[in-house]
């Protein structure tokens, strides 16, 4: 016979760590969604966005700007047999959701995106005004408008 005792206290605290974990995951109610890991690279013409989403149909990824605002949204699902036994499941399935605010830097009418190998890449222009530049240094004799 196995003798447990239950702590109130700790059963709260479990529940309200899952809570933020799944929270800080992004990780839906009930396990629906999953977490999406994601790099981004600023490069000199535009922001590169990497979304991690191995085993994810490419038909089921919609990638949307809406006010500033991108969104990736994917569905994994796995079908299993009538005689499979599903043992453990590490591998979150369901509706992934990730959002990322722009910046009013970024071109958002000229996002580009690609699927490879599970891995979406999202580009994302720099605007002109935004891009770095480099400023002519005049010399004193050329200009009298500066005065050093």
């Known amino acids: 016979m196995l003798l447990t005792s239950i702590d109130p206290f700790v059963q709260e ?3 309200q760590f899952d809570r933020l974990a799944k929270q800080a995951l992004g990780w839906g109610e009930a396990g629906a969604s999953g ?3 994601l790099d981004g690279v600023r490069r000199k013409d535009d922001v590169l966005l990497k979304f991690d989403l191995p085993g994810v149909d490419p038909d089921s990824i919609e990638v ?3 006010r500033g605002v991108l969104s990736v ?3 994994r699902e796995e079908e299993y047999g009538q ?4 043992f453990v499941r590490e591998r979150p399935k369901g509706l992934f959701t990730r959002r990322v605010y722009l910046s009013e830097h ?3 009418e000229k996002v580009d995106a690609a699927y490879a190998n599970g891995v979406l890449a999202v580009r994302i222009p720099v ?3 935004a891009r770095p530049r480099k ?3 005049h010399r004193a004799e050329e200009t009298r408008s500066i005065k050093p």
Not at 83 to 86: H, K, P, S, V
């Open 13 to 15: 605290f479990d529940r």
């Open 35 to 37: 977490a999406m890991p």
């Open 64 to 66: 949307t700007v809406d």
């Open 73 to 75: 949204s994917a569905r």
């Open 83 to 86: 005689d499979d036994r599903l």
């Open 106 to 108: 970024l071109d958002s």
């Open 127 to 129: 605007i002109e005004k």
């Open 135 to 137: 400023v002519e240094i």
